[in-house]
């Protein structure tokens, strides 16, 4: 059974600095996609950015990258230039062929004005 | 273009009471999937419909049901309410043959007394 992992319950960042959030997976697969979802207050989980496996580079939308280690099965997000927005539980998830999202238990992040 | 939608946002219910939640997919998604959300966790699969079937479902009891319509939209139920079962409902959409991206609701918090 595939697995996430994210190990750091709480992250903080100055505002207008940059962090980076760690995630760890586990899988027998060789095709499948990972996300990053925020889920601010509101409750809305919002997809932040996406990753195909078979795909060596790494993916980026604005102020949000990911480091992925395919061999290493590690998928980190970093944000930069941190806004006061950005403050939410960020979560790793894993997909294979549409299937179910498997989700890590989250990263809170605080941004400190 | 509408985003998913959930109905009601909040629910109370008496333990033992059965409840049914419903969600409209995005416009010209197929795919509905169902997650429960316990407080300070990820979300964790529940089932996903498509074509009106039960394609596939995650470690949840039978109390756990859900049905899709015509239309797409969905609804998940659940008998003989426990007070574990207290958490945020989501609901996700997406397009089985597409870009795998699920795209999520408001949720609905049911609180079981």
């Known amino acids: 059974a595939q697995t996430v992992t994210q190990s750091q319950p709480e992250m903080s960042v100055q505002e207008a600095e940059t962090v980076t959030l760690s995630c760890t997976y586990d899988t027998s697969e060789s095709d499948y996609y990972l996300f990053w979802y925020k889920q601010p207050p509101s409750r809305q989980m919002i997809l932040v950015i996406r990753?195909?496996?078979?795909?060596?580079q790494n993916a980026t939308e604005n102020r949000f990258s990911v480091n992925f280690q395919k061999a290493a099965k590690s998928f980190s997000l970093k944000i930069s230039d941190s806004q006061l927005g950005d403050a939410a539980m960020y979560f790793c998830a894993y997909e294979h062929e549409n299937e179910k999202l498997t989700f890590g238990t989250g990263t809170r992040l605080t941004i400190i004005p | 273009d509408a985003g998913v939608t959930q109905s009601p946002t909040h629910l109370i219910k008496t333990r033992g009471q059965q409840v049914t939640l419903r969600c409209s997919p995005k416009?010209?998604?197929?795919?509905v999937s169902w997650y429960q959300q316990a407080l300070g966790q990820g979300p964790q699969f529940i089932f996903q419909?498509?074509?009106?079937?039960?394609?596939q479902r995650g470690n949840f009891p039978d109390r756990f049901s859900g049905h899709q319509f015509p239309n797409y939209s969905s609804e998940l139920n659940v008998n003989a309410l426990l007070l574990g079962d207290s958490a945020l409902y989501l609901c996700?959409?997406?397009?089985?043959?597409?870009?795998?991206?699920?795209?999520f609701g408001p949720g609905t918090r049911l609180t079981v007394t």
């Open positions: 996700a959409s997406s397009i089985l043959a597409g870009a795998y991206e699920q795209y």
């Open positions: 990753q195909e496996a078979y795909k060596q």
């Open positions: 416009s010209g998604h197929d795919t």
């Open positions: 419909y498509y074509e009106e079937e039960e394609r």
